[in-house]
Every structure is written in C-alpha cells, then in structure tokens.
C-alpha cells in the first residue's frame, strides 16, 4: 500500500477557504483517494473520496488531475471546529496506508 | 456517531502481559480492519478479517492476532506486551466487495503499557 505525501500544518483564519494539497506518487490503477479528519483521542472520520476530476460534497470538494498523482482537499469556509488532523490516502478494498496528516489549526 | 463501537475505552497493562480489544461493527458490514495509532502518528494498519479469515496483514509481529465472529464483530488479541505497544488501537468496518470502501472507524481503544 502507497504511503501518501502532505504538508504537516497548515493555519487558517475563520471563513477563509483551505486547500490542502496530497502527493499520490504510488497510487495504483484501482486505488481510489480518500480523505479522512480526525480530531484528538478519536477515530478519523471519512471527508471525501474520488477517483478523478472534481467531487463535491456537504463538507468539502476533492480535485485530482487526469494523472492523479496528486489531490487537493477544499474546506470552503472553515471554523473553529475544523482544527483537526487531515489524512489523504489512496485506498483499496478496505485496505489503507496513513501518513502523518497535516494538521489544519483554524485561528479567529 | 458512526455505529463501530470498542471496548474496553481505556486499559492499563504491564509489559508481558496479555491484552484483548473489541469492536461491533457497523450494522450491514462485514469487514473489520485493525490499526495502532501512536502519538502524534497516523494510524498502521495492522490486519483486516473477512468472513471470520484474515485478509492482508500490516507490519506487525505474530503476537498480533485477531478474530472476526459470524456477526461480523472482531477481537484484537496482543501477547507479550510491550512498552512500544501503547497506542490508540482503532477498527474499522466496511463492505467487501465495494471497490468505494469507505470505512467507519471507531472511536478507540487507549491501551497504556507499563
């Protein structure tokens, strides 16, 4: 299983809109992108998956390029609440390689 | 709330010892998959079961076992504890045979190795 690459923290004020960007350099054909948040002392929790171009959801829009080698996480207008810790992984079958996540503080 | 549940939430054992952690699945999903979460670390996998086998396994010593029963439940069992094994141990539930395998994860077990 590929292990990804993203920054390790990222600051962002209230309202601002984040973009947080994954390297995917060993993602295989069949392996889909998901991103998970996960807050102190608890489980991650799924955000978003894709497999190419553009998903959008309630929380958040996920971008990846044809040759998806990389993806970008967009939090439209965060808050307090989203400080957390964001992985990016490529996923298959149930199977899942974490990195280190980066971790997003939101400040007022 | 995602409906995994574990149990115990928090245990304290000394090294040597023996360790036993569990998991109820989300209703409708029959695979579990098992990481350890050390400070400040993504989660490692540790193994996955399917129908009650084991099904791809992590970096992980055989010291680190594991069982899934018929109702899709899941126990993760750790001989000879070691001070590196205080972790977050965290299961997953998902659907086999779903190529978007979304998992749902529980919240935890925080197991401390004295």
């Known amino acids: 299983l590929a292990k990804t690459t993203q920054p390790i923290s990222m600051d962002s004020y209230e309202g601002q809109e984040v973009n947080i960007t994954c390297s995917h350099n060993?993602?295989?054909?069949?392996?889909?992108i998901t991103w998970y948040q996960q807050f102190p002392s608890q489980g991650p929790r799924f955000i978003i998956q894709g497999y190419k171009t553009k998903v959008t959801n309630e929380v958040a829009s996920l971008f990846i390029p044809a040759d998806r080698k990389s993806s970008t996480l967009s939090l439209p207008r965060v808050s307090l609440s989203d400080t957390a810790v964001y992985y990016c992984?490529?996923?298959?079958?149930?199977?899942?390689?974490f990195g280190d996540g980066t971790t997003l503080t939101v400040k007022p | 709330e995602t409906g995994v549940t574990q149990s115990p939430t928090h245990l304290i054992k000394t090294r040597g010892q023996q360790v036993t952690l569990r998991c109820s699945s989300q209703?409708?999903?029959?695979?579990v998959s098992w990481y350890q979460q050390a400070l400040g670390q993504g989660p490692q996998f540790i193994f996955q079961?399917?129908?009650?086998?084991?099904?791809g396994r992590g970096n992980f010593p055989p010291r680190f076992s594991g069982l899934q029963f018929p109702n899709y439940s899941s126990e993760l069992n750790v001989n000879a504890l070691e001070l590196d094994d205080s972790a977050l141990y965290l299961c997953?539930?998902?659907?086999?045979?779903?190529?978007?395998?979304?998992?749902?994860f529980g919240p935890g077990t925080r197991l401390t190795v004295l």
């Open positions: 992984l490529d996923t298959n079958a149930g199977k899942s390689t």
């Open positions: 060993n993602i295989a054909t069949n392996d889909y």
């Open positions: 997953a539930s998902s659907l086999a045979g779903v190529r978007t395998d979304t998992q749902y």
């Open positions: 209703s409708g999903h029959n695979t």
């Open positions: 079961y399917y129908r009650e086998e084991e099904n």
